[in-house]
């Protein structure tokens, strides 16, 4: 069936979200830097709390580093039973080139039904979806078991200091499933890409442009690896396939920088060239095999050329993930999004990585949804549709009292 959209519990539920959702995106929470004034997630975080505290909810507000809090919310409702935890960040990107704008990036107007800012998709919209949710489930006096944990940290889009911050401090220990509140167009997404990021320095010799022979030029070493490193791409992407969900596993160089230190001249060979790595990968790759695969590949150079000189820094490793369609939070998900919008759950992937890598690391089954067109998210004029964001309340609130009561919850 399709929820009444016209019943008293939604409209009020519409309005609520929509309010929300204006607030916390004309709070700027980009993080801009330590010691930047205003520059980091602390006032919408501090707002945040207020309004869990408004609702009754347990708050708890922990700073990860200076400027930067998780803010926690705890519902529990005094019975045994399951743990569920809505996860949904505070901070945005940047906004870039303000005059790129057709509307303000932080006034989160409404225009034909859309509401533009940043973090309307991404994801300041669907962590009022998930707060309005819990309060309507309590407004309601909806009778359910177990708790809801809200986990709103700080740092998604920068190296998740937040999440793992919220794991260190046992927040995460006895969860039985979490739901990620990303801009996913409301579909299921029961599997995640990995990240690793890796650093690679060449080092040379420096010397004149016109007498090359008296250094060693690194670049030319970092041009052979790369060359390599897109070999290797495809012969994963080749022996891998098509993942039905996350599509092909890359390797991309993004960073290339020549020299490392002091300015750069067109006569001058550099003695250090640098390349940072973003590579994504599928469940079915082992990141410590594919790390071997690279350090193989450096080996190789190396045994080819005795003045290649390289170095291998891994930045950032987090695994791809696969939540089983069985798993009870697929499960009430999906039977919420039958219900709310009266038609079968489209299963996919998310293409980059979350907050939840780190709950799944910890052995908390994980399904990412949430309103928002998937390829919005840090683009100009960032935007979110109203009634999606209406449609996904509606959703997180049915799939916590189906997981929370799923043992005496029999209808589909």
């Known amino acids: 069936m399709k929820v009444d959209t016209g019943n008293a519990s939604y409209t009020r539920d519409r309005e609520a979200v929509i309010r929300l959702t204006r607030e916390l995106v004309q709070i700027e929470s980009v993080y801009r830097g330590e010691g930047v004034p205003g520059g980091n997630e602390e006032k919408v975080a501090h707002y945040v709390a207020d309004v869990l505290r408004g609702y009754g909810i347990e708050t708890h507000v922990e700073e990860v580093v200076p400027g930067r809090p998780n803010v926690i919310g705890i519902i529990d409702s005094g019975k045994p039973g399951p743990t569920l935890l809505f996860e949904g960040h505070t901070d945005v990107v940047t906004e870039g080139n303000r005059d790129a704008w057709t509307y303000d990036p932080f006034g989160a107007e409404i225009v034909d039904g859309r509401m533009y800012g940043r973090g309307t998709n991404d994801t300041k919209g669907n962590l009022a979806c998930m707060i309005t949710a819990v309060h309507s489930i309590l407004q309601d006096g909806e009778d359910f078991r177990g708790k809801i944990i809200l986990c709103i940290p700080c740092d998604e889009e920068g190296m998740m200091i937040g999440i793992k911050h919220f794991i260190k401090q046992g927040w995460a220990d006895g969860v039985d499933g979490a739901i990620i509140c990303e801009p996913e167009e409301n579909q299921v997404c029961i599997a995640q890409r990995g990240a ?159 907050d939840g890598t780190f709950l799944h690391v910890h052995g908390v089954p994980i399904v990412t949804i949430g309103a928002g067109d998937r390829e919005i998210p840090h683009q100009i004029d960032e935007y979110v549709d109203i009634e999606e964001l209406a449609e996904t309340t509606a959703i997180y609130r049915d799939a916590a009292l189906r997981f929370l009561n799923r043992e005496v919850r029999k209808d589909g």
């Open 196 to 354: 690793m990021r890796i650093q690679v320095d060449m080092y040379g010799k420096m010397a004149h442009g016109a007498i090359s022979w008296s250094g060693i030029n690194p670049n030319w070493h970092m041009a052979r690896l790369i060359v390599a490193l897109e070999k290797l791409e495809k012969e994963e992407q080749e022996r891998l396939g098509e993942d039905p969900y996350l599509k092909w596993p890359s390797i991309t160089p993004t960073i290339l920088q020549a020299p490392v230190k002091g300015d750069a001249q067109i006569n001058v060979i550099p003695d250090h060239c640098r390349m940072t790595l973003d590579i994504r990968t599928v469940p079915a790759q082992d990141h410590g095999e594919l790390r071997e695969k690279i350090k193989s590949i450096i080996e190789g150079l190396k045994a080819d050329d005795p003045d290649v000189n390289c170095e291998l820094t891994v930045l950032d490793d987090r695994p791809a993930t696969l939540t089983p369609k069985e798993d009870p939070v697929v499960e009430a998900i999906c039977g919420a999004v039958r219900h709310v919008l009266g038609k079968e759950p489209v299963y996919n992937g998310v293409p980059g990585a979350t």
